[in-house]
């Protein structure tokens, strides 16, 4: 079976920086194209970045480039979102989402992040 | 990377049928065949419903369907029921490992 798996979310100051970590398993991990998307409270999805099977390419929505940055590590089937200088509209759920053929397929529960002083 | 366009709302009884559209431009829709559809309940994380335009994964009920018309996509649900009361968004890919949402659509089965 096909699972994703969010981690790492929490409260953060504005300006702070969190790491948030999706771990794969029943596929092979290191064959697709992966995307981080978020959703801020009563609000709708929001792409945040891609990174492709090799981690060749990685994408960001300008909302967040420049203090977000996508990664992965196929060898631990894990992927990657370190986020810094931090903003109150950063605060949102994050899923990590496999893509089959450029489409966002598998999703996993999400995890809160929320940016309060 | 301007979001999708969807109606806020729409609504109909047990039984009827709803179209939800999805307007976007030449450089997403109008141009990829990669249109996705998601359904979520409150709480819940999304769960696609259709994909390239047109396909139904394994399990969603065939009252699911797609379709796409210059740059415009529509889902329509067919047999409305009671459990099909959720938000709806839809998705296109955009090129370049970017991808572009709906801003979502509130489904309420009357």
């Known amino acids: 079976e096909v699972q994703v798996v969010e981690s790492g979310g929490g409260l953060v100051k504005p300006g702070g920086s969190l790491r948030l970590s999706c771990a794969a398993s029943?596929?092979?991990?290191?064959?697709?194209?992966m995307n981080w998307v978020r959703q801020a409270p009563g609000r709708g999805l929001e792409w945040v970045a891609s990174?492709?099977?090799?981690?060749?390419?990685?994408y960001y929505a300008d909302s967040v480039k420049g203090r977000f940055t996508i990664s992965r590590d196929n060898a631990k089937n894990s992927l990657y979102l370190q986020m810094n200088s931090l903003r109150a509209e950063d605060t949102a759920v994050y899923y990590c989402?496999?893509?089959?053929?450029?489409?966002?397929?598998?999703w996993g529960q999400g995890t809160l992040v929320t940016v309060s002083s | 990377q301007s979001a999708l366009t969807q109606p806020r709302s729409v609504s109909g009884s047990p039984g009827q049928s709803v179209t939800i559209s999805c307007t976007g431009t030449?450089?997403?829709?109008?141009?990829?065949?990669?249109v996705s559809w998601y359904q979520q309940h409150p709480g819940k994380a999304p769960k696609l419903v259709i994909y390239?335009?047109?396909k139904r994964p394994s399990g969603v009920p065939d009252r699911f369907s797609g379709s796409k018309s210059g740059n415009t996509a529509s889902l329509t649900i067919s047999g409305l029921q009671a459990e099909d009361e959720a938000d709806y968004y839809c998705?296109?890919?955009?090129?370049?490992?970017?991808?572009?949402f709906g801003g979502g659509t509130k489904l309420t089965v009357l």
């Open positions: 390239d335009v047109t």
């Open positions: 990174i492709s099977s090799t981690a060749t390419y990685t």
């Open positions: 998705c296109s890919y955009a090129g370049s490992y970017s991808w572009v």
């Open positions: 030449s450089s997403d829709i109008g141009y990829y065949n990669y």
């Open positions: 989402a496999r893509v089959d053929n450029w489409n966002p397929h598998y």
């Open positions: 029943g596929f092979t991990f290191s064959s697709f194209t």
